[in-house]
């Protein structure tokens, strides 16, 4: 029996609306992503790539069409179930990290444990190990608002593997990260992968991450802005 998608966009539009003008994301975006994919999502600044992360998240929601996120269609989901869905299969890393700057290291990676009610002795067994495999284990006593920009990426790349979810999703994991970081969180994802067979939907604008994926999806900035009173029968249909 062939393999379900764990998860799938069906005919997906964004549209974001002002007083004025009214911008046209995507439209008619469907895609497949299975259990052990690979998959890294390229594209220049404005082409969606956040907006398609936090859609497939359930941290935004589409203006139509379907999400289904382990057969479970996620935009008919309330805040609450959306987000036992989420803690239970998903580790997120995003772009604006959504660490809290007064906690320490340690704190921030501990809060999905703590939110599943993990006992406080195996949580600091679970956040030790973390720390120490993206290399910030003597560094957990720290505060994140004392930490370089590309310490923070990594503390956030940790909170979202935690959990050990199937899914991951990270949103430009190396970006201002040194070339040996770098090389260091590609070789990471590569084998949480390859040995663990996570699900991985990364965005990225570094070739060598794109390299080692299974599947590669490229936006391009298509979004179509047109004045609020327009009919939006007459705009052009958007599709990937």
């Known amino acids: 029996m062939p393999e379900k998608p764990i998860i799938r966009l069906i ?14 994301i995507f439209n008619g975006l469907s895609l497949d992503i299975y259990p052990n994919d690979f998959l890294v999502i390229t594209g220049s600044t404005g082409s969606g790539k956040t ?36 803690a239970k299969l998903m580790g997120i890393s995003l772009q604006s990290q959504s660490l809290l700057p007064n906690l320490t290291v340690y704190e921030n990676v501990e809060l999905p444990l703590i939110a599943r009610g993990v006992p406080p002795r195996k949580r600091a067994e679970m956040v030790e190990q973390v720390l120490d495999v993206i290399g910030l284990l003597g560094k957990g006593y720290r505060r994140i608002e004392r930490l370089s920009f590309g310490e923070r990426q990594c503390v956030s790349i940790a909170r979202a593997l935690v959990t050990d979810p199937p899914i991951l999703v ?11 970081t770098t090389e260091f969180i590609i070789s990471l994802l590569r084998g949480l992968h390859m040995r663990k067979g996570k699900t991985l939907i990364v965005t990225t604008r570094t070739r060598k991450l794109a ?28 599709s990937e």
Do not use: C, W
């Open 11 to 24: 005919d997906v539009e964004k549209v974001y609306r002002t007083e004025d003008e009214v911008i046209l």
């Open 51 to 86: 907006t398609l992360m936090n859609i497939i998240a359930g941290l935004d929601r589409p203006s139509s069409g379907m999400v289904l996120v382990n057969g479970v269609d996620i935009t008919k989901l309330s805040e609450d179930k959306l987000s036992r869905l989420r």
């Open 170 to 180: 990270l949103d430009e994991p190396t970006q201002h990260l040194d070339p040996m």
């Open 211 to 238: 390299d080692v994926a299974t599947k590669v999806l490229q936006l391009r900035k298509r979004s179509f802005r047109y004045p609020a009173s327009e009919d939006r029968a007459a705009s052009p249909r958007l």
